[in-house]
Every structure is written in structure tokens, then in C-alpha cells.
């Protein structure tokens, strides 16, 4: 560890009771993206000074901290992603004085962090790398030319940074350990709501059960998995007036328009279209019986990640439903709160809702709202604690050393 640093962990021990009053530049893809505002409200409210050096991928908007704006780029273009980095090297040499006086460059996703160690480059400076993840592009885990490069690039990375940041355990086990050899500090950082974001925080957010049939069963968020459209689709049509689907949130541009036409014109599934978050989900959520909580379409990235609408619709009390072999399946049956389907997903979720009692609903209603809320939602001491692990990292760590 340099002296730079040695002095940064110090001063953050010391305030470890209250606060963590270190520097952040925080290199992100998109400021208008959710989880990238909860983690910039993490920061303020650990006491952290965090300053957004952000691309976005439409208009400004204003955000709720200091962000330096780095242009437009394209959702899922890799290679315009990686043009956009040098488009905005300009930008952030600009700022390079405010960035020497930075104790850690904390970049979101693999061309951010390229940018980041661009970044450190030409500003020296002395801040520690942290590398966040909660998406495994796609292109790192294909075996042809482009994903082998794109694996030999994060390598590169991998071995400059201080700190790993992963929402899911998934993510170390099925890529970083074993895909990348990772053996580095690694910091588990679930995608849960923040305390500031739950409507009365000290209170059992429990509402009346609903009798079933129609069972409302919701997929919540980017509406982007063309696998799990197709599966609420048939289960609807399948299962009739036993069943009502409601979606909220937008269609991805990954979604066929011969499907988004076809859930539109079926009966019994609703689109709600896009909400305000956190303003809209426990209206939502309260709306809901169960929440499909599976993610099908980036293969091992979808398989490892942890959604954020686990934590927030269990915390308003909508049941999960997740494929079981998935980080989501293994996290709701370890809970003990929600359904798991096995393959094949379509036969057997259509058995579960048709088979599904209001005495079976009421159980797993009973027990999910017996959960400690503190599985679902962050208070601001789990930031103290991940920063204050991040900046006394002394660099010899060799075996995962994990805060979850």
C-alpha cells in the first residue's frame, strides 16, 4: 500500500461509527441508470464525496450529484463503447486536478474501467482501481476471436485494480474464478433497495392477500428477456382468466416486435409501461400476488446475477418465482420464501399457478414477511463497511476475501 493510501484508511477507521469522508470519481455508462443512482446515494450517505465522470445513453438529465458529462453511447454496442472511451479522454484530462485529489477511481463495467486506468494514466494518479460489476457482457464469455480478446483485456485490468465489486456470488464462482482466474480482493455488494428508498422504514410493509384466482403475477423493471416474455405469454394464454401477467417498465430494443405485438394484443397481460423509481414501486409491488424473477437472456450472465426486483417486490411482499437452476433460484430457495421451477420453465411454471392454492399463498406470504427486512434493503452502514474494507486493502491479498 502507498503512503497516500496508508493515510486515506486511517482517516476513514477513525470515522467508522459514522462516516467514510474519502474522494470517489465514479466512472459510469449511464447517469440516468437506477442502480447507478443507488449506488451514487450510497456513497453520499456513507459521507463519501463521489463526483460522476458519466456517459448516458440519451438526453442530459440532471442528477442529484456532481456529474461531468462524457457523451452519448449505445446500449450493447461494445465496440461504440469502446470509441466512446476515447472520445472521452478529453473530457476527463480536463478535470485531471480534481482527479489527483481522488483516493479511489471506481468504475462500473469493463470500459469504464479501461477509461478509469486511462484516467490514472495521464492524471498520475495515486487512487486506488475498484472494478464493479453487475453485468458479465456478453461478448466475455463466447470462446470466439472477439470474446478472447475482450477476456485477455479484462485480465490486463483485473491485475491493476484493488478491489473487485460483484451483486452476486455468482459472478466470482461461475467467471471471475473461473473464466478469468480472479484471485484478487472481491467484495460481494448485493443490488438491494437502499433504506432511504422503503416508505416507512420501521414499519411491516404487509398488505391484505388478495383471493385467488386470477393469481396477478408481475415482471418488473427493463423489460429485456425475450425467453421469459415467451414464457408469461403462453403461461397466460394457457392458464386464461386463472392468471392476469402485468408488466411495468419498457421494452428493450433486444424484443421482438413480433412478440412485444403479441403480448400486447392477450387479454389477460397488462403493460403498465415506465414508472418512477422508487416513487411507484410499492404501488406496484402491492398489486402483485408474485413476481417473475428470472432473467434468460445473456446466458451466464443471467444465470449469476442477483435482480434488484428480488429485494424490492419481496420486500412489499410479492412472492418470486425464479428458475431453480439460477444465483436467483439458489437465493430464493435458501430463503424459503418463494417458488422455484425446474426445467422445462414453461410445463412446470404453468403447473405451479394452476395447482397453486390460497392456503399454499398464504404460507409463503407468512413466511416472507417474517424475513428480516434487512435481507431486502440496505442501510447506510453497508457502504461504511465496504468502503472502509476497499481502502485498507494493502495489495497482498492473494485468496477472495469477501464482504457480503
Known sequence: MTKHNSIIAMHCIDMADTTVPCRIAYFGFDSANENIRRRMTAFANAGAQATGYMMRRKEPTTTEWTNIDLGITKDRAFVHRLLS????????????????????LWARNLEMLLLAWLTKAITRSKADLVYEVLDVHA????????GKIARAAERFLLRRITSLVVSSPGFLRDYFTSWQQYTGRAVVWENRMLLNDAPEQTSNPSHPLRVIPPLRIGYVGGLRCST??????????????????????????????????????????????SYKHPDDIQEIYHQLDVIWAGDLSDGLNSSALLPNRIYEGSYFGAIPIAPAASEVGRWVDKMGFGFTV??????????LI???????????????????????????????????????????????????
Open 228 to 273: 421469459s416474455l415467451q414464457i408469461l405469454l403462453n403461461t397466460a394464454q394457457t392458464l386464461g382468466p386463472k392468471v392476469e401477467v402485468h408488466l411495468h417498465g419498457y421494452f428493450s430494443i433486444l424484443i421482438p416486435e413480433e412478440l412485444r405485438q403479441a403480448v400486447l394484443n392477450t387479454e389477460n397481460i397488462h403493460w403498465h409501461g
Open 342 to 351: 425446474d426445467n422445462p420453465l414453461q410445463d412446470n411454471l404453468i403447473k
Open 354 to 404: 394452476d395447482e397453486l392454492t390460497q392456503e399454499t399463498l398464504l404460507t409463503k406470504r407468512n413466511s416472507l414477511l417474517d424475513t428480516d427486512k434487512s435481507v431486502f434493503l440496505e442501510s447506510n452502514s453497508t457502504a461504511i463497511q465496504i468502503l472502509q474494507k476497499i481502502l485498507t486493502t494493502d495489495g497482498s491479498v492473494h485468496a477472495l476475501d469477501i464482504v457480503a
Open 85 to 104: 472511451v476515447a472520445r472521452a479522454l478529453p473530457t476527463v484530462y480536463k478535470n485531471r486536478k480534481n482527479i489527483a485529489n481522488d483516493d479511489l
Open 139 to 146: 461478448i466475455l464469455y463466447t470462446d470466439n476471436l472477439k
